[in-house]
């Protein structure tokens, strides 16, 4: 579950309101709005599956509001009634194309064409870069002139996964704002709207490593049982209880992204659980080794790469096995489950 987020443009409820956890970043961005000193640009850096496009929505539709109320857009006016079904026309919302990972250079040159446009039906207008992680250089380097002189009515609100994979050029443009992942309190809380039973949002919580919006992703879709199985079995295979012949197929159907997920969230759960001695031992080092390795596969997918599957799944379990083995079988299966609590 380490793809990009993508937020529907259409369909939109009345209001767009910021995540429970984002409400101290949010009470500082809405008193600057009513102060007018809200920077031209603006960076949100935050994990995937923790709403940060949520909170770049909230505050372009507060800002596209022609009479917010509170600290909200309004949801009655014309501009709110544009924006929840996508046709605001100073509303320009840019992501990967269709099949790709990338902005490219021609939707920023677009989009910088937009932003020297008088606005439609307020005195401003908002562009969200989302993610501002995934662009070429040569969009980097459009983006940048317009951001060195940005227009007076015109905000660009860029979204990353990581701050650092944005050129320093751009950051050093723009307000940053690194948003942390929620507590369990906050989140559990909100989810418990959703799935209406605690124990169900401690399981789906720990299913998606802390990540919220994923986990209500799982509850919605219904792939946790799915999931758990899966880790289950990639357990199984460490531990030496299944050949990996056996448990390849169960990937098979899938791309290469969701074993990759399911791998580095399994090797995570690993290394955070092991007492010391063995984190020092060389079967402890060589699971950082490996999931180091997982993340820059996955890294690399995100960005395009494409893979052979089944190539990818057996050499990977085998070495898994290999290198992992020594860890023994009790220090396995005593890693944490779905089922407990974050």
């Known amino acids: 579950m380490t793809g990009r987020a993508v937020v529907a443009l259409v369909d939109l409820p009345e209001v767009s309101t910021p995540l429970p956890w984002h409400a101290p970043v949010w009470e500082q961005l809405s008193s600057q709005v009513a102060a007018e000193q809200l920077p031209h640009a603006l960076l949100f850096a935050g994990e995937h599956g923790c709403g940060v496009s949520r909170l770049a929505l909230a505050l372009a539709r507060m800002l596209l509001c022609a009479s917010p109320t509170g600290t909200f857009n309004c949801g009655e006016c014309q501009a709110c009634m544009l924006s929840a079904r996508g046709s605001h ?19 920023i040159r677009e989009a910088v064409q937009f932003a020297t446009l008088t606005s439609s039906f307020g005195p401003r207008k908002v562009i969200v870069v989302s993610p501002a992680d995934n662009m070429s250089l040569s969009a980097y380097n459009s983006l940048l002139k317009t951001l060195e002189e940005p227009a007076d009515d015109t905000y660009w609100l860029l979204v990353c996964g990581r701050m650092l ?15 942390a ?21 401690e399981k789906l919580f720990r299913l998606a490593n802390g990540r919220p919006l994923d986990a209500q992703q799982l509850f919605v879709e219904g792939r946790a049982d799915a999931m758990v199985g899966r880790r289950e079995l990639l357990n199984a295979v460490i531990a030496g209880q299944i050949e990996v012949t056996e448990a390849s197929p169960l990937w098979e159907q899938h791309g290469p992204d969701v074993f990759l997920d399911d791998l580095i969230e399994s090797l995570q759960s690993l290394v955070g659980s092991l007492p010391l001695t063995l984190l020092k031992s060389r079967s402890g080092r060589a699971a950082f080794g490996i999931l180091e390795e997982m993340q820059r596969l996955r890294r690399a997918v995100s960005a395009g790469s494409n893979p052979g599957k089944q190539l990818l799944i057996e050499t990977t379990l085998l070495k898994i096995r290999r290198e992992l083995g020594g860890l023994g079988h009790g220090d396995i299966m005593s890693w944490p489950s779905g089922d407990a609590s974050p």
């Open 89 to 107: 026309g100073d509303f320009n919302w840019l992501e990967p194309e269709e099949k790709s990972r990338f902005i490219k250079v021609g939707q």
């Open 165 to 179: 994979g944005v050129p320093a050029t751009i950051r050093s443009r723009c307000r940053h704002w690194q948003l």
């Open 181 to 201: 992942r929620p507590n369990g309190s906050a989140a559990l809380e909100w989810l418990d709207v959703i799935t209406g039973e605690r124990s169900t949002s």
